[in-house]
């Protein structure tokens, strides 16, 4: 075999569905309480005393990192001041939904629908006038609980080809290329594996819908095989 000649090519490959493997649906909505998903903030340092003997504050809370469109969401750290000062709140990259306490620290506030979305890099810091001392940066993500997103993964496998169609054998495998889409006549979606050791692909987190997939294989020359027969799967 001349493995430059594309005008050889490799034997089809079957392509079939792990039924097995498929998870279900799930939904992509999430809860606002404060258990519902742990905080990137953490308590704050030690107190620690300046050149001038004033010891800073120190700051601590879990924020809930997920709130829902037309719920109440509240969150207040804990603050002290070893000297016993005075403490104010600052806040950086408030949300637009939210007000905030400078009294209290209180990030509060009800996200509306049209305000869904990710809102990053949130700091709260507390200051006694001399020194302060801030939580770690969070992220609040507000989900419309009412209307979860429903998604699924789809797990395709195959066998890997042996031969070229004139029955010579098959020496330089070099992966696959999977096509796929929404219908059966226009798969217009496609992952390049460049890896011919790997005969599973795994898609996760798909919309709900119908899907159709196909798989061809290709050489290190560049000849590539017809595509394999379409299996489908529904999501949702």
Same mark, same amino acid.
């Given at each position: 075999?001349? *493995? ?16 097995? =493997? ?17 905080? +990137?903030?953490?308590?704050? !340092?030690?107190?620690? #005393?300046?050149?001038?003997?004033? *010891? ?10 997920? =709130? ?17 000062? #005075? ?7 408030? !949300? ?15 996200? +509306?629908?049209? #305000?869904?979305?990710?809102? !990053? ?56 290329? @999977? ?5 059966? +006549? ?11 050791? @790997? /005969?599973?692909?795994?898609?996760? /987190?798909? !919309? =709900? ?28």
């Amino acid at each position: 075999m001349t *493995h430059g000649r594309r005008s050889q090519s490799i034997a089809t490959l079957t392509l079939f569905i792990a039924l097995g =493997a498929l998870s279900g649906c799930k939904g992509g909505g999430s809860n606002a309480s404060a258990d519902s998903a742990e905080a +990137t903030s953490a308590p704050g !340092p030690g107190s620690t #005393q300046d050149t001038n003997g004033n *010891h800073a504050p120190t700051i601590s809370g879990s924020a809930p990192t997920t =709130a829902a469109v037309n719920a109440a969401y509240s969150f207040a750290p804990t603050a002290n001041d070893a000297d016993g000062d #005075q403490l104010t709140f600052q806040i950086a990259n408030k !949300p637009s939904w939210a007000t905030f306490n400078t009294v209290s620290g209180q990030l509060s506030g009800t996200p +509306t629908l049209a #305000q869904a979305g990710v809102y !990053p890099n949130i700091t709260i810091t507390a200051t006694d006038g001399k020194s302060s001392a801030a939580l770690p940066r969070f992220s609040i993500t507000v989900a419309n609980t009412s209307s979860p997103t429903v998604t699924g993964a789809a797990t395709l496998s195959w066998t890997a080809p042996t031969e070229n169609t004139d029955g010579s054998a098959l020496t330089d495998l070099a992966g696959y290329i @999977i096509v796929y889409g929404q219908t059966s +006549t226009a798969l217009d979606q496609s992952l390049r594996i460049e890896n011919p050791s @790997i /005969d599973t692909y795994v898609f996760q /987190d798909l !919309p =709900a819908g119908k899907y159709y997939f196909s798989i061809k294989a290709y050489t290190q020359a560049g000849a590539e095989s017809a595509l394999s027969g379409t299996v489908s799967k529904n999501i949702g």
